[in-house]
C-alpha cells in the first residue's frame, strides 16, 4: 500500500467518474427504453464539468423562494397601511382568507370521495 503514488489516485478517481458517467448513460437509456423517458444524459448537462463530483447537491431555489415571499409580505403590509386596494382585493381580504377555517370544508369535500373498494 506505501507505493501507491498520486499518479495512481488520479487514475483511479478518473476511472471511478468515467464508470459512473458510463452507468448513468445506460440508465438514462433504459429508462427511455422501458418508459419513454426523454431526459439528457449527465454530461450533457449545462454545467457539468470533470471536476464536478458525483452526487453533488443541486442548487437551491430557497433564497429565490425567500425573497418572492419577503416582497409579498411587504406589498400586503404596503397595502394595509395606505389602504390600497389590488384587483379589489384588499389588505383585510387577504387576511381573513389566510386565517380561515377550511377544515370543515375540507372534511365534507373528503367524505364525497367514493371509497376504494377493498
Sequence with gaps: MGDTTMEKKLRLVKQIRTR?????????NRERILYGR???????LPGRE???VPGQAPAST?????LAAVLLL??????????IQAAGITAEG????????????I????SQMPQPSR
Aim: charged share 25%; no cysteine; glycine share 4%.
Design 20 to 28: 459512473y458517467n458510463t452507468d448513468q448513460y445506460d440508465l438514462s
Design 107 to 110: 372534511e365534507a369535500w373528503a
Design 62 to 66: 430557497f433564497s429565490l423562494r425567500l
Design 94 to 105: 387577504i387576511f381573513q382568507a389566510i386565517s380561515a377555517d377550511y377544515v370543515g370544508q
Design 38 to 44: 426523454v431526459s439528457r444524459p449527465a454530461e450533457a
Design 74 to 83: 411587504a406589498a400586503v403590509i404596503a397595502m394595509d397601511r395606505n389602504g
Design 50 to 52: 470533470e471536476e464536478d
